[in-house]
Nanobody, 125 residues
Framework: QVQLVESGGGLVQAGGSLRLSCAAS????????MGWFRQAPGKEREFVAA????????YYADSVLGRFTISRDNAKNTVYLQMNSLKPEDTAVYYC??????????????????WGQGTQVTVSS
């Protein structure tokens, strides 16, 4: 079992920045790739970013590439999502998740087995 707790969400003006954190407990955090997803009202959950267990590789949705950065600190069992140049369309509940399936497809939510409760990000125009 892995327990995930997100924090760092809030209300920010367009063009601003936020840094989300996801603290993990339970089974060995450093063994897992991690991902961030988001879900806006009335929309399906979508992939935002992912990072391999070592942090050597990262993956991003086209919509956030160049603005968001995913990172991790295995010593602190924490994964981060630095969000810059925020836009109103980034408004959503953001979830971190632990990837439990191997192979390709970091953007596929069904590859992830443990999810946090989510943190709200609201970007005003």
């Amino acid at each position: 079992q892995v327990q995930l707790v997100e924090s760092g969400g809030g209300l920010v003006q367009a063009g601003g920045s936020l840094r989300l954190s996801c603290a993990a407990s339970g089974r060995t955090f450093s063994s897992y790739a991690m991902g961030w997803f988001r879900q806006a009202p009335g929309k399906e959950r979508e992939f935002v970013a992912a990072i391999t267990w070592s942090g050597a590789k990262t993956y991003y949705a086209d919509s956030v590439l160049g603005r968001f950065t995913i990172s991790r600190d295995n010593a602190k069992n924490t994964v981060y999502l630095q969000m810059n140049s925020l836009k109103p369309e980034d408004t959503a509940v953001y979830y971190c998740a632990t990837r439990v399936s191997s192979g390709s497809g970091y953007a596929k939510s069904d590859k992830y087995g443990y999810w946090g409760q989510g943190t709200q990000v609201t970007v005003s125009s």
